[in-house]
């Protein structure tokens, strides 16, 4: 895949690099302070943590763990749904007990002869639309657990596919917080380091409840002394629409520090984004880039987790949108072959599916590329194999937390 590509591939060929160059010194804690000003992506996107998320069968049980950096940072209020919620409930019941207080008054009027008869015929024969309202109540609780749900609106945007889906959420939710892969990246056959992704506790993007997806890329000790990467990335998606608010990237490389901020306004259909990168022996390099996003767009690491929310078959074909760095993309995922396949952790039935990219309404090559995802509703990623000019990258799952 596209993001895959840029992530992995690029990890590995800088590694490999750093055999024929010789490296230059380079002050790493003094590059990152020159490229951590980000104040003008922060005056945009607030992200704050959210202290007790809420438990549901959606968003899993919360774990411990760290925030991210930039979590932290972006933090200036906690939110407090349950006082929210408290507050709300209050209000209605009072609202309740101000409408149930003429009763009184009406009992102490005696009915008539005629009133009473009317209400002994009534419990007798009861109307037809109260003798309906439990068939149906009983017919969508059927409905409910085949997993039948009617949308409430048609499937936006229509190039996507709809099954599974009732409106833009999906029926079966496939990803948990606390959720962990692990893959061993290898080239040639040697480990060159590990690409871990992880789902993080919910978060608050400019108030609206959101998923925090986070990648890390490692180098392995080996390749470390030739070149070292320490790079993660995070994506934090919209928990209602699955859309990306935003996602950074922090760049730590024996070459390079970077800090990358990018801004998905989907009112206005424009996409933002911040770029900070210090090299040795070069000025810090900073530009901003504005371009028109197309409708119900992702980014390149919302992508990979919002694949998993598409019912998979061998011969369908999943398209997606997707923005990058003022370019817009349709991704084409098909669905080749259902594979098993053993791994260090496990035995996994999988369906193989491999992509392919029209950018901007042209057809890019971009090799050959392929993800292999388990066939079943959570349809984690455990393995991906990306061909270079030369050889191959191969990522292979090593550690998985449901």
Same mark, same amino acid.
């Given at each position: 895949m596209f993001w895959m590509k840029s992530l992995l591939s690029l990890t590995v060929l800088f590694c490999f690099s750093g055999l024929l160059v010789s490296c230059a010194t380079f002050d790493e804690e003094k590059a990152a302070q020159q490229v951590e000003d980000t104040s003008e992506f922060e005056d945009v996107v607030k992200i704050e943590t959210i202290e007790e998320p809420e438990e549901s069968a959606d968003q899993g049980s919360p774990v411990e763990g760290k925030q991210s950096p930039a979590t932290k940072k972006n933090s200036s209020k906690k939110a407090t749904p349950k006082k929210n919620t408290s507050k709300k409930t209050t209000n209605s019941?009072? %609202?309740?007990?101000?409408? $149930?207080? !003429?009763?009184?008054?009406?009992?102490?009027? @005696?009915?008539?002869?005629?009133?009473?008869?009317? $209400?002994? &015929?009534?419990?007798?024969? @009861?109307?037809?639309?109260?003798?309906?309202?439990?068939?149906?109540?009983?017919?969508?609780?059927?409905?409910?657990?085949?997993?039948?749900?009617?949308?409430?609106? @048609?499937?936006?945007?229509?190039?996507?596919?709809?099954?599974?889906?009732?409106?833009?959420? !999906?029926?079966?939710?496939?990803?948990?917080?606390?959720?962990?892969?692990?893959?061993?990246?290898?080239? *040639?056959?040697?480990?060159?380091?590990?690409?871990?992704?992880? %789902?993080?506790?919910?978060?608050?993007?400019?108030?609206? $409840?959101?998923?925090? *997806?986070?990648?890390?890329?490692?180098?392995?000790?080996? *390749?470390? %002394?030739?070149?070292?990467?320490?790079?993660?990335?995070?994506? *934090? %998606?919209?928990?209602?629409?699955?859309? @990306?608010? &935003?996602?950074?990237?922090?760049?730590?490389? &024996?070459?390079?520090?970077?800090?990358?901020?990018?801004y998905f306004d989907h009112k206005k259909l424009v996409a933002t984004m911040w770029d900070n990168k210090k090299r040795p022996d070069k000025e810090l390099e900073k530009k901003k880039i504005k371009w028109d996003l197309e409708a119900y767009s992702q980014n390149v690491f919302s992508a990979a987790y919002y694949l998993r929310n598409f019912t998979l078959k061998v011969g369908k074909e999943l398209k997606v949108r997707v923005g990058h760095e003022g370019k817009n993309i349709e991704m084409t995922a098909k669905v080749i072959r259902r594979e098993t396949i053993y791994t260090d952790a496990g035995k996994f039935d999988t369906f193989v599916v491999k992509p392919k990219f029209d950018i901007d309404g042209k057809f890019k090559p971009t090799g050959e590329n392929y993800l292999w995802l388990t066939a079943d509703d959570k349809k984690f990623i455990v393995r991906l194999e990306s061909k270079i000019k030369i050889g191959s990258i191969v990522g292979e799952v090593q550690k998985l937390k449901p």
């Open positions: 019941q009072q %609202v309740s007990k101000d409408k $149930k207080s !003429p009763k009184p008054e009406k009992a102490s009027t @005696p009915p008539t002869k005629k009133n009473s008869a009317k $209400k002994n &015929s009534a419990k007798k024969n @009861p109307a037809p639309k109260k003798q309906q309202k439990p068939e149906a109540t009983a017919s969508k609780e059927k409905d409910s657990k085949k997993g039948v749900k009617q949308a409430k609106t @048609p499937r936006q945007p229509p190039l996507e596919d709809s099954e599974g889906f009732d409106g833009r959420r !999906p029926i079966e939710q496939p990803y948990d917080v606390g959720e962990t892969i692990v893959l061993g990246i290898s080239y *040639f056959g040697v480990e060159a380091g590990k690409f871990t992704m992880k %789902v993080m506790p919910m978060v608050q993007v400019n108030g609206k $409840k959101s998923y925090h *997806f986070r990648y890390i890329i490692k180098t392995s000790p080996l *390749f470390s %002394v030739f070149y070292k990467v320490d790079d993660v990335a995070e994506t *934090f %998606v919209d928990y209602e629409t699955l859309l @990306p608010h &935003s996602y950074e990237i922090h760049v730590k490389e &024996s070459k390079q520090v970077r800090e990358t901020r990018t």
